[in-house]
């Protein structure tokens, strides 16, 4: 973290710069069982539900099924596709632990002019004004390291041969070779944005005085123009990714700060 204060008297306390700054980065790094295989990266032909009704499909003609004889066909492009359901697989030995890695940048910056107005005679003595801008900027980045592409998987499955197919039955005993891990694990990019400016002034001061004290006022007002980006990984914002909560991995809490807030549902 990095920050820093400026004060300058122009005119005694009648007229004074200020200036304010702050630079933080935080980072946290999580971990997390390896991805399970679920849901299906196959779905009903025509419809968004998955083919398989828990773990995934593999198809007949993939090299490491086992089995002969399909206990259901899907329509692949077209063509009908034997398939192996209910498939359960981790990838332990492929990718061990999952990682999340979250990074946050903040930086405030405030810069302004205020002063009192004693100079105009005794009955100013109390009053003072201050005017400034005031422009914050919080970022964050979330790696989810050891996901699985959707898309990359049913072509993996879908692929015959041995060197490049996705074996989903020994995931105990071995691992999948460089080339399959590489088509269906990936890493995934959430990150977002959000800047907020604000221009502001304020005016107060004893306007008289009776028995019990001073009758006092005080005026003021402030400009706000917040911005604020999300850039979610294409793989969870169309919905195709396993392993990670598609549409809604990260979120970010406006509050006047701009503050960031992970949020991981399992």
Known sequence: MYYGSFVRDL?????T????FKYARSYF????????????????????????????????????????????TLVVNGVPVPMTTGVRFRGIN???????????????????LRG??????????????????????????DLSIGEVSQPGLRDALLDTNPATAFNAFGGFFRQNSARARQAVYVTLHNSGEYELPI???????DLFNLPAGPVSFAIGGEYDAPRFTRDRDALNNT???????????????RDIWGIYEEVRVP
Not at 11 to 15: A, G, M, N, S, V
Not at 95 to 108: A, C, H, I, V
Not at 118 to 124: L, N, V
Not at 243 to 253: A, I, L, M, Y
């Open 239 to 253: 919905f195709n990714s396993i392993g990670s909560v598609d549409g809604q991995s990260f979120r970010v809490n």
């Open 11 to 15: 005119c005694d306390k009648y007229l």
């Open 94 to 112: 492929d990718t061990g632990p999952r990682s999340e890695k979250f990074t946050y940048w903040d930086q405030l910056f405030d810069v302004g």
């Open 199 to 205: 221009y502001y002034a304020t005016f107060n001061g």
């Open 116 to 141: 009192e107005m004693g100079e105009f005679g005794d009955y100013f003595k109390t009053w003072n004004w201050e005017m400034g801008f005031r422009y914050s900027r919080n970022e964050g980045q």
């Open 17 to 20: 710069v200020f200036a304010d």
């Open 29 to 72: 790094d999580s971990s997390l069982a390896a991805v399970p295989f679920t849901p299906d990266p196959f779905h009903q032909t025509g419809t968004n539900s998955f083919f398989s009704p828990s773990g995934i499909s593999v198809p007949i003609s993939n090299p490491f099924n086992p089995f002969t004889v399909g206990d259901t």
